[in-house]
């Protein structure tokens, strides 16, 4: 049986009716991915993407070291937005990007059992372990991604610390590459080029826009021709050099950087708590609860 609840879920993440999403989740038993399949094979809704679920808190931070040759982005999660804006919180993720950039750790596992940069005498995660406790709240650290190269690197923080960007360019002037960066916060690029686009996202867009055609009552040979013309923009969309320019629509980002005989070589963007569920609670019932013991 499909919940008020889930209904009313689907609809804040795809923006359709109340009456299509209870339609759809009792088509697919409640599975909201495949509700959400259905939902843009039917045209009524657009692609729902990671980064619209509800956020968990916390900060994304980026850092780049004296000589710019190492540039790093992080992202430390924590329960409340409260703790986010807590200044012991703030420089124990500048720390972290900070041990980040000087130790190169292999993953998120590695980074908790290096030695801390700030506290030589305690790993990582026995700082993290500390800061919990002092501050009282659960906090994680999620992900990083290090750039180390001779290019130019460039990073941008939005919002407080909701999203960080990260870019690395060649032949840039810092004014490129900090426009590049405003873009990627913006236009929420996945892929740097078509070429990067994964073969599996490809073939279920593919599909997704032949579903589309058909319902809207294509023979499948016009179909297949119609996704081709309508994967422009699929690409435009999640391709960082093939999106419009936020400054100005009429050109291109890779026209834009080619005309001025730069590259881009890489990028990162982190949004705060993207992919991530927030538990949900509710205050009353909470304070009830501790009232009733």
């Keep these: 049986m499909v919940t008020a609840s889930q209904v009313k879920e689907l609809r804040e993440k795809t923006g359709a009716g109340m009456m299509d ?3 759809v989740l009792t088509e697919t038993n409640g599975d909201e991915e495949k509700a959400i399949e259905l939902l843009r094979e039917r ?3 657009k692609a729902a993407k990671k980064s619209d679920r509800i956020a968990a808190e916390g900060l ?6 004296e000589d710019g040759k190492v540039g790093v982005v992080v992202e430390v999660n924590a329960e409340t937005d409260f703790v986010a804006r807590n200044e012991e919180f703030k420089n124990f993720v500048a720390d972290v990007a900070k041990q980040v950039a000087s130790e190169n750790p292999a993953n998120v596992e590695a980074l908790l059992e290096e030695k801390s940069i700030v506290e030589p005498d305690k790993t990582v995660k026995e700082v993290l ?3 919990i406790a002092t501050i009282g709240e659960n906090m994680s650290i999620r992900r990083f991604e ?3 190269t001779n290019n130019l690197l460039e990073s941008y923080i939005h919002g407080e610390g909701k999203i960080a960007v990260l870019v690395e360019m060649e032949n840039a002037t810092p004014e ?5 960066c405003l873009q990627i916060a913006a236009a929420r690029p996945e892929y740097l080029t078509r070429e990067d686009v994964p073969e599996a996202r490809l073939a279920k867009e593919m599909e997704i826009l032949k579903a589309q055609a058909m319902n809207e009552g294509k023979p499948e040979a016009i179909a297949e021709k119609i996704v081709q013309g ?3 923009k699929f690409y435009s969309e999640i391709c960082l050099v093939e999106q419009e320019f936020v400054k100005d629509p ?3 980002v890779g026209k834009l950087v080619e005309s001025k005989g730069a590259k881009i070589i890489r990028f990162a963007r982190f949004e705060k708590g993207e992919g991530l569920e927030k538990k949900e609670e509710n205050f009353a019932e909470e304070v009830a609860k501790q009232i009733n013991g």
Aim: net charge positive; aromatic share 6%; hydrophobic share 30%.
């Design 129 to 131: 372990t500390n800061k």
């Design 60 to 65: 994304v931070e980026t850092y780049i070291s």
């Design 146 to 148: 290090r750039f180390e």
């Design 43 to 45: 045209g009524i809704t």
């Design 230 to 232: 309508r994967l422009g």
């Design 250 to 252: 009429d050109i291109k």
């Design 21 to 23: 999403c209870k339609k």
């Design 176 to 180: 490129l590459a900090k426009d590049i």
